[in-house]
């Protein structure tokens, strides 16, 4: 017998995999804010790894610790300037990859990975952005 939490789980994950089959818009949304998750999680890692809080990034950056907060938490846009402003303040070398994209057809992708911004968004924070 399966859990209430497993069976809302189950629900709100084909919800998503249906609202990311719905169109071309809803897929770019999908894969625009799994990149945003990726780098801002990314970053808090290797700053909670080495001690580093969002105060002392903000004085790194010359910038208010609101400023920080925001970008890591994804709702302020992190342009390409502040994202290397960041990595040069946490002494990090900045690479930036390609990858063949995962779903060259999305209509027809049967299994959606859900990231853990879909997973925090059916936490309560706002579902589809």
């Known amino acids: 017998m399966r859990s209430e939490s497993t069976a809302k ?13 719905e169109s071309e818009e809803n897929r770019r949304a999908f894969h625009r804010d799994d990149f945003i998750l990726d780098t801002t999680e990314s970053i808090c890692a290797y700053m909670e790894e080495k001690g ?60 959606v990975s859900i990231t853990k911004l879909h997973q925090a968004r059916l936490k309560g924070l706002e579902l589809f952005s």
Do not use: C, P
């Open 9 to 21: 789980k189950m629900q709100a994950t084909q919800t998503i995999e249906g609202w990311i089959r």
């Open 52 to 111: 580093i809080s969002k105060a002392q990034l903000a004085e790194r950056l010359g910038k208010s610790r609101s400023f920080v907060s925001q970008v890591l938490n994804g709702h302020r846009n992190m342009t390409l300037e502040t994202l290397a402003e960041i990595s040069y303040a946490l002494n990090l070398k900045l690479k930036v990859q390609f990858d063949d994209r995962e779903w060259q057809d999305s209509d027809r992708r049967e299994d």
